[in-house]
């Protein structure tokens, strides 16, 4: 294999350098306008009477909408369609979306926002969980605040806790958080004289947005185009509708092409955030350390619409226990409606709050069982085979363990004592490990499969067309080397074409850590067949058997007769043959479903040590060094992995150390980005980065998804590193150096 | 009002209004998009460009102070089509990932490889501060601009 397992440059690297890429806040059309939201300023309101007069009459705005202009379903949410394209008699949250504006220049449409006049009727509103689940709360919407409960059950854990010797219970919180994509949400529309409406938007769900956008708009799905040019960052973020719907909406009242590209504090104020929790645990150990029950109460804070709502809480339930042997489990979750900024997927998809709750307490269980941290998670590491703590099997690859040797092999690890030591009396070390497990895939229930088209053009190159986004993560440059490895030839001579709803079969959103087995294995498939037809077509040309032909780099060959590509290509026409083969795969099912589109089948790994340094005085955490071990299964490009992991670390110590939305009565506080702060260049530490040996069958040459693994086991790694360096922890997330500071002194005293 | 100025090697005039930013008058009035807008408050430096050889973050600054200046931006980096060596490292080293932050980041590096060309890692770091990225956890553009540095400061 040439093409798989080496470091193959980004195939956009280049124009990315050179500035020549476009993103969505690029494009510019003639004659178009831009585009504003006139959003609600108090968190939950009748909506008495608006007024359109005092903008319309600005100069350079050309149209208001409301909800009345929505000339379909006034309604879009990915599961459960519960939120307004523009609010009609309640909003829900600061920030709802009650009028759009249409202006020649963005500043006046933002002025002509500003000067739509609308006069709310304010409701009780609810800002937290607990608050919501009371009696007699403030209702968010009329059927209630709970949008989804997840009850689960293994084995009895009533008889289950009497068994252990050791039985901790803890309650854990984790903040709101901002996914901060460097390019906020943008996008441009434009109606055709056809009547087709394009839309260019920066997100990771084409297909599923042209959906959306056809529901709306009250128009079939054929008269909607979904584009996505160049992704300047999602991380979840831009799973789903943002502005598609404003900018189809105001492309079609106007008849002019329409742009919007949100400013920084429109962008991390009211787009869907990584979910709030507050996580209630019980488990129970023998004191050899057997894990022997385990009980999560699990609160995920929704916001006002359920985005994603119910499957990141479901997800924070398969994931909230690890990839662990327990015989005893009982999991409630459930999804809450606030009436705080909505909340949606972010990079782990509710896994990383759940891990880092469920790691520290048990790397605190380790410490009361007097076991090691790590050789205690070895101890109870599920294997290849084995059921997992929700009654699932772990039917696939399984490279838990394996991720935990890798720890216990890293130099970090072994010298983690000498490490600990520090000449400054102020300042104290330690080492900390955790893991954690994300599954690849949508889950079951939801469709998820992905297509692929292979083509060969007639200058003898080929094409691969997707229906997924590279928002960054590199995966378009797999898709090419994937297919170049099938076909013998070079990844330069193929090029990856991504979403475009009208020409490329569909591929479902990037996201879930899905794309590397899912529409790498289609095109893993439609090489495969691409290349028999080639083989064929040539077989044909020269009137032998197809067996008799081989794919060299320059095109086939057979008993010394040699072709180059282009003339199979005139061939290919010659004899009547599409340019192109397509092939569809689905992601393989779970042979055990436990309900709720529970478990998935094929689940990813990772295990992280972190050395930190924490300043006594100030409780402030320096992060000095992180080792990643990961199971991706088979990895297709070496670089490709690194900036996975060592992005997912950078994002790990945000959450763990830095990023925390403040919410005050429903309204973020902190919604630019000297405020709310994500780690720069001076604040990371080296990062080593290993994969461990594992083969996924599923996957294109043995590979699955990492993505997601590669950040979620980070912040219990730093959080258990300063139980190490100091022997407090703290169960509020981010960690506050405060909270820090206090808890040292509690135990001083002590 | 007009100003003139000098880009990326070409002088140029532009018709501006006064309260424009030099960030606007490149994207819109150039379409020179490779400097990108993130934040438009100057926290992020994705709108990084060279103004008189010093990194500049360009929506901090108002387009009239640009007048008689010399402005370099990413577009003019790799004028011919060859690519800067610090590009060159940007792609063999993987630090670009969505992009979005790639330009800004290539210009402050520029700026830093002007003024010192064989800067520690801590150095670097210290340049780049202003460059927020959300993909790379930055190890990778750590590695690309010394690279770079080898590579001008050896040239082959």
Redesign the interface.
Known sequence: MSEIGTTVFRKDARAKVTGEALYATDLFEEGMLHGAVVRSPVPHARILSIDAGPALALPGVFAVLTSKDVPGKNEFGVITRDQPVLCNDTVRFTGDAVALVAAETREQAYQGAREVRVAYDPLPSVFDVESALREHAPLVHEKGNILKHVHLEKGNVESGFPEADIVLSETFRTAPGEHMPLETEAGLAKVSQDGVITIWASTQSAYRDQRDLAHALGLPENRIRVIVPHVGGAFGRKDGITVQIYLALLARATGRPVKMHCPREESASFFPKRHGTLLKYKVGAKRDGTLVAAALEAYYDTGAYAVFGEKVMGAGVEYGLGGYRIPHTQINGYSVYTNNPPAGAFRGFGMPQVTFAWESLLDELAYRCGMDPLEFRLKNSADHGEEGPLGQIFETSTGLRQTLEGVRSSPLWKKRLDLKTVSDPFKARGVGVASCIKGCGLGIGMPDFAEAEVQILPEGTFVARVGVTDMGEGIATTFCQIVAELLGVSSESVECIQSDTFLNPPGGPTAASRNTILTGKACFLAAEDLKRVLCETAARHWGGAPEGVVLTKSGPRMEGRTASFSEVSSWMVEQGKPPGVRARYDMPVASRPLGYGLPHRIYSFASHAALVEVDRLTGQVTVLEVSAFLDCGNVLNPQGLEGQSEGGVAQGIGFALMEKNVIQEGSVLNNKLSTYIIPTAPDMPAVETSAVDTYEEAGPFGAKGIAEAASGSVAPAIFNAVRDAVGVRLRDLPLSPEQLVEAMMERHES | MEISFILNGNPVNAGIAPTQTLLDVL??SF???????????G??G?CTVLVNGKAVVSCLMLAPQAEGCEVT???G??LGGE?HPI?TA???E?A????????GA?MSSYALLSENPRPGE?E???A???????????????KAVQRAAEEMDDPV
């Open positions: 994207r819109e379409r020179l998009t490779g400097t990108k807008e993130g934040c438009s408050e926290e992020c994705a931006t990413i577009e980096l790799s690519l590009q940007f792609v063999k993987g670009v990932q969505c992009g979005y932050c790639t330009p290539v801590g670097i770091r210290a780049i501060a202003g460059n927020l990225c959300r993909c790379t956890g930055y190890q990778k553009i750590v």
